[in-house]
């Protein structure tokens, strides 16, 4: 398998939330247009002292205790002493001692409220518990997947491979920065970014090679829907001609919807533990904690298999005096389903938005997760803010007094959907809404691993960029603006107006930069200071230079504010520069601002990489 020729292979890695997955395709015979694809099998620690290979990694850290483990037993083929516990392991160990495992670090990312490189993770655990960042534990899975890579290509370095890194179509600009950063971290400088409903398509075309354009026609509008361990990611992709060939345009991507198998999982835990009250049976938190991770595993158990009915539920203990030895119970498939699809996919109109409730004003940290867990809501309220989504495509009809945009196909990613259960009932609801505005049923788009895919289509995109396939034009998935602060006079509790300046339009290609040589800005250098910056996912119209004096809230969101401090290179501090902004949107699929100035033409770039302390 080796080749004395390093750049070789076309490298896909899905850094998902709760599994990471890595797939590759040999393009010694591009011109022959032969794309033959696998998946790598990740070598990892299963247990002590055990190393199994398996498809996925989970993305989980363990930070065992310093008298956990034996010398020698936590041992990998390219390390005797690993700098973290990775993996199978991980979640292993984690599911006994919950208070030593990270999770989740892919959504702490685009926290918007948090410093993503401060020691965070396991939130909540105790001082003993040495805690990492977000970002250290991004950079400790992509370093495992690059060994294990390594390891088994000896003779084709992954940092001289295309790479390309998947994340949620609804990252922001901070993340995707960060993720950027963390591949920068381990030699990857040169990975782009992909997103991970785009990755789903690219793989259906290419497990169904020339037989995908038999099933989709001019005209449709397919609707992904990515439901993994830790969010629900939306996209609208519709299907236009040019020169008689069929064409993909991504037209629409939903919100960062911190919603999916992790809710999922500690539904069911509640769900045993209110059957285990009724018995008199208490729990401890550090039990509730185990609850939710073997939830997990019944879950899976059920939802994969149709020949079993009842999973065993067991739970460690310390000798409490309320449950003596172990903690046995059972969850059912009744169960699972009565509460994952009407309690996850409930039965609701086109009309339907999700619920929002006032929040607590004082709360633990963690993550924002959505405040309505109804999964069906979140779509209708997505399908309709985007009815208009596609109006700039002449080959895309839209139907007269239809109150939401309507999806002709429906493709299905994330390891939640791979449950009947819940793929039905979400293609009734959606097949519902277009029933009742006398629209034909959207037909479902199957053939994909829902585990795999997203790193398989990730690696056939190094292939499309070669020139070969076909390709999802894409680009910006928002048009993002910046805060530029009116020049008025003080006015006692009166702020200055802010007006929103657009510096990338929605669609905005990759490796392509604007200028806004004739708008002039006063910039202000060597002294802290703050810049507000604004994404919508619904103002198409808008071009480089629009000013919006006043907007509706769901027209745009607001993102973190950046403070910094920009060089005085040879200037006193406070100055005011005259400058004029230069916006890209760069070849790994990540944004810049850069201000210009207008004497000397020298340069101060804004970093989005705003999720740091340092």
């Known amino acids: 398998m080796n080749s004395p020729n390093p750049q070789r292979f076309t490298v896909g890695i899905d850094l998902g939330t709760t599994h990471c997955v890595m797939s590759y395709a040999d393009l010694t015979n591009l011109e022959n247009d032969e794309f033959l694809q696998h998946v790598m099998p990740i070598p990892q ?73 401060a020691p965070l993770l396991p939130t909540g655990a105790p001082e003993e518990v040495e805690r990492i960042s977000p970002f250290q534990a991004t950079v400790a899975y992509l370093q495992h997947l690059k060994s294990a890579w390594q390891h088994q290509h000896p003779d084709t370095p ?10 949620p179509a609804s990252f922001d600009p901070a993340a995707r920065e960060l993720t950027v950063e963390a591949a920068k971290n381990v030699g990857l400088g040169h990975a782009i970014l992909l997103e991970e409903p785009q990755a789903a398509l ?17 005209g ?52 045993v533990k209110a059957k285990l009250e009724t018995e008199d049976k208490l729990l401890q938190p550090w039990q509730f904690q185990a609850l939710t991770h073997s939830c997990r595993d019944a879950k899976e158990k059920l939802l994969t298999n149709m020949t ?44 339907a938005k999700p619920v929002f409730r006032a929040r607590t004003g004082l709360r633990t940290p963690g993550l ?106 894409g680009g910006a998935a928002a048009s993002y603006y910046v805060g530029i602060e009116s020049a008025m006079p003080s006015v006692p509790g009166i702020p200055p107006e802010i007006q929103a300046l657009c510096i990338a339009p929605f669609g905005m290609e990759e490796g392509t930069q604007q200028e806004l040589s004739n708008e002039e800005f006063g910039l202000v250098i060597g002294e802290p200071v703050r810049f507000r910056f604004f994404a919508s996912t619904t103002r198409r119209e808008d071009r480089v230079g629009t000013r919006l004096n006043r907007w509706n809230r769901d027209e745009l969101s607001e993102l973190a504010e950046i403070e910094v401090t920009l060089d005085k290179e040879g200037r006193r501090a406070g100055e005011v520069v005259p400058v004029h902004l230069c916006a890209a949107v760069t070849e790994v699929g990540t944004l810049e601002l850069q201000a210009v100035s207008q004497k000397d033409n020298a340069h101060w770039k804004i970093e989005f990489d705003v999720r740091s302390g340092e």
């Open 158 to 167: 992954l940092e001289q491979q295309d790479v390309v890194i998947t994340v």
């Open 45 to 117: 620690l299963s247990a002590p002292g055990m190393v199994d290979d398996y498809l996925q990694l989970p993305s989980f850290i363990y930070q065992a205790h310093e008298a956990e483990l034996a010398e020698g037993v936590a041992a990998l083929p390219w390390t005797n002493k690993p700098l973290h516990l990775v993996g199978e392991i991980a979640r292993n160990l984690g599911s006994k001692t919950p208070i030593r495992l990270v999770s989740s670090a892919k959504s702490w990312l685009c926290h918007s409220d948090i410093d993503c490189k």
């Open 308 to 351: 079993m009915d009842v999973a065993p539920i067991i739970i460690a203990n310390r000798g409490s005096s309320l449950i003596g030895g172990t903690l046995r119970t059972e969850l059912t498939r009744a169960e699972v389903n009565n509460t994952l699809v009407d309690g996850f996919l409930p039965q609701v109109s086109a009309s």
């Open 202 to 218: 690219y793989s259906w075309i290419e497990k169904n090679h020339n037989n995908w354009r038999k099933q989709v026609h001019v």
């Open 368 to 473: 924002p997760y959505a405040q309505d867990a109804g999964i069906t809501r979140h779509l209708a309220a997505f399908l309709a803010k985007q009815q208009n989504a596609t109006g700039e495509l002449e080959d895309i009809k839209l139907a007269k007094n239809a109150t939401f945009i309507h999806p002709t196909a429906v493709l299905f990613n994330g390891g939640v959907l791979k449950a009947d259960s819940l793929a039905n009932r979400l293609m009734n609801v959606l097949n519902g809404w277009l029933q009742d505005e006398q629209a034909p049923p959207a037909r479902l788009l199957s053939g994909n691993d829902l585990d795999l895919a997203v790193a398989r289509g990730a690696a056939y995109y190094g292939f499309v960029r070669k020139g070969k396939g076909v390709r999802i034009k």
């Open 220 to 271: 449709d509008i397919i609707l992904v829907i990515d439901i993994g361990g830790g969010t629900t990611d939306l996209s609208l992709i519709a299907v236009t001609q040019k020169d008689g060939n069929l064409e993909f345009n991504r037209v629409a991507i939903g919100d960062h919807i911190l919603l999916g198998g992790d809710n999922m999982d500690l539904a069911l835990a509640y769900t």
